[in-house]
């Protein structure tokens, strides 16, 4: 199965970051997202966000003028 994707190319801080809280909730434990965005400050954001929520950066790759960010949920709630 594809890993859902988020495109939040448009927003600027904090929305990228508030919408992938969100987007990952709809993912299992250990299931990844996909994010899409365009804000030069959400690469940062949402590497801080992910790290502090227990969240895995899987990558972080830019492709053009967005960035494509992939993220597995935490195993466990904590």
């Given at each position: 199965m594809a890993d859902p994707v988020f495109d939040f190319c448009g927003l600027v801080c904090?929305?990228?970051?508030?919408?992938t809280k969100k987007a990952i909730k709809t993912v299992e434990p250990g299931e990844r997202i996909e994010v899409l965005t365009d804000d030069p400050h959400a690469v940062a954001d949402i590497r801080t966000f992910a790290?502090?929520?227990g969240h895995a950066v899987i990558?972080?790759?830019?492709?053009?003028?967005?960035?494509?960010?992939?993220?597995a949920?935490?195993?466990?709630?904590l």
């Open positions: 904090p929305m990228p970051v508030l919408k790290e502090q929520s990558a972080q790759q830019k492709q053009g003028e967005k960035v494509r960010h992939v993220l949920r935490r195993l466990k709630d």
